[in-house]
């Protein structure tokens, strides 16, 4: 089975960038984030001749919007991250899937809104961390896919690429990264390319050509799902076209 994630930063404006992503990786579960639109929008006919169907969480307006196509059989079991009263962000979608609980997420930034932003991005964190907590405990094979908005270490970004001040690396963030993986969740790209400097997401300008890059979209999977993991990859061919996401697809093959 293979999974991928992809911030697309404007769907509708990626429809070609999506489209040659599917018809050369064909995934049969692909999670987006960063839709832009709200959920009637959401271009879902332009996947259907290559087999995909699709669910779109949007959102009135904002920068966020999650949603996932499929080509196998799907069921969309939720729409939104528990624990979140008042919460308005399109940032969570759940289906299960061949014997399988499959989670797409969108973690917010941290960066904007001050303390009370930054205080959001903890607590979204900590909803995320006690959801994977009742899912494990029911061993109930699970993953989570998105754009996590985290350098978990020093080796997932570019030597300076951030400030220690950037919410994407201040140690309180890595701790909540880390106490999710302490679950018993393995970090799928990391646990097959260990010691490399991949990145998913590179800011606009020369930051691609100098990959000078950010690790922030990430793939954690439950016990059941880590032992299945057989390849992990980063597809960079989608940010080297014209008018690109800054992010690029993260893969995840289980056999």
Not at 17 to 26: D, M, T
Not at 63 to 70: D, E, I, K, S, Y
Not at 165 to 194: I, K, Q, S
Request: proline share 7%; aromatic share 10%; with cysteine.
């Amino acid at each position: 089975m293979r999974l991928a994630s992809f911030n697309v930063n404007s769907v509708r404006k990626r429809v070609p960038h999506l489209r040659r992503f599917l018809e050369n990786a064909q995934p049969d579960l692909l999670f987006l984030q960063e839709l832009k639109c709200k959920t009637e929008e959401f271009p879902a006919g332009e996947f259907t001749d290559l087999g995909y169907t699709s669910h779109a969480v949007g959102q009135q307006g904002g920068r966020n919007g999650v949603a996932v196509l499929g080509r196998v059989p799907y069921e969309v079991v939720a729409e939104e991250l528990p624990g979140g009263d008042g919460d308005t962000h399109a940032r969570y979608v759940e289906v299960t899937a061949e014997g399988a609980s499959f989670a797409g997420i969108y973690l917010p930034n941290g960066n904007s809104g001050g303390a009370e932003g930054y205080a959001y991005k903890l607590g979204w964190m900590r909803r995320l961390r006690a959801l994977a907590q009742a899912r494990l405990d029911a061993f109930t094979p699970y993953a989570i896919l998105g754009d996590f908005n985290v350098c978990p270490t020093e080796l997932d970004l570019a030597p300076g690429a951030l400030p220690p001040t950037d919410a994407l690396v201040r140690p309180e963030t890595r701790a909540e990264f880390r106490a999710l993986a302490n679950l018993g969740l393995t970090d799928a790209l990391r646990a097959l390319h260990p010691g490399e400097r991949l990145y998913t997401y590179w800011d606009y300008g020369p930051a691609f050509e100098g990959n000078r890059g950010l690790r922030i979209d990430h793939a954690m999977l439950s016990p059941e799902l880590a032992e299945r993991l057989a390849r992990a990859w980063v597809d960079t061919a989608p940010r080297s076209q014209e008018q690109p996401s800054d992010h690029t697809p993260l893969l995840v093959e289980l056999e």
